[in-house]
């Protein structure tokens, strides 16, 4: 059976294990503490970074190569298109997901009001929270901006780009960082992808310290 050292609300890892749950592989989570940087954890990935896959003799990591090797692997479920033009979309989105969003937002919110407290690495910056929550906002929109030109982010069919999307916002949610509010069609879209079955391992995730709010496992919410 496969192995995923993840953090329970790292996007990036709820990003593969939503791959990999979606292509019905059988997947053991062990929750790494990474940035206690365990010499068993760093003979695995000596860059000190969840998530880390032991798959088929192989320990990978990166999140994007990793779930780019699954696709490759496991094409089915298929969460690339075909064309050239379309599979640059979804690497294009999944790219801003895990680089503008997670620096602009996720970071801001998710990193401060959670990892420092888990890694005991000191008090929220309220500077970074105001700009996160400041941010999000504008993220919300441009989601809000896809989906009224498409049924899904990328295009007509779910893909990763998805699948990253809503690997950060949920973990957000946990925190009661996202406001569904804000846009009907962003809401309808992730209340799509959140009753798919490959969520519901990460909608049962629980971090010590911090209880989900009520909305948080609600498919109707």
């Known amino acids: 059976m496969a192995k995923l050292y993840h953090v329970p609300l790292s996007p990036f890892c709820r990003k593969v294990r939503l791959s990999l749950a979606e292509k019905k592989i059988e997947c053991e989570l062990l929750e790494e503490r990474y940035w206690e940087k365990d010499p068993d954890f760093l003979r695995r990935n000596p860059a000190a970074k969840v998530p880390v896959l032991k ?24 969460l690339m298109p075909r064309s050239a033009d379309a599979r640059y979309e979804v ?23 959670v990892n420092k407290k888990v890694m005991k690495a000191g008090f929220p910056d309220s500077g970074n929270v105001k700009s996160g929550a ?3 906002k504008y993220h919300l929109d441009y ?14 069919s779910m893909t990763l780009a998805d699948f990253a999307a809503a690997a950060h916002l949920s973990s957000l949610d946990y925190i009661s960082d996202v406001d ?3 846009s009907e069609v962003v809401k309808d879209w992730y209340a799509k992808i959140k009753s ?3 969520f519901r391992s990460i909608l049962a995730d629980q971090v010590p310290g911090f209880p989900p709010p009520a909305h948080y496992a609600d498919l109707d919410f």
């Open 55 to 78: 798959i088929d003799g192989k320990t990978m990591a990166e999140s994007a190569a990793i779930c780019e090797w699954i696709e490759e692997k496991y094409p089915e479920p298929s």
């Open 91 to 113: 690497r294009r989105l999944v790219g801003w997901f895990d680089d503008k969003f997670h620096n602009e937002v996720t970071s801001k919110l998710l990193y401060e009001r």
């Open 134 to 136: 400041k941010a999000i």
């Open 143 to 156: 989601l809000a901006w896809l989906l009224d030109h498409r049924r899904w982010l990328a295009g007509d």
């Open 180 to 182: 569904w509010n804000r």
């Open 196 to 198: 798919r079955p490959a």
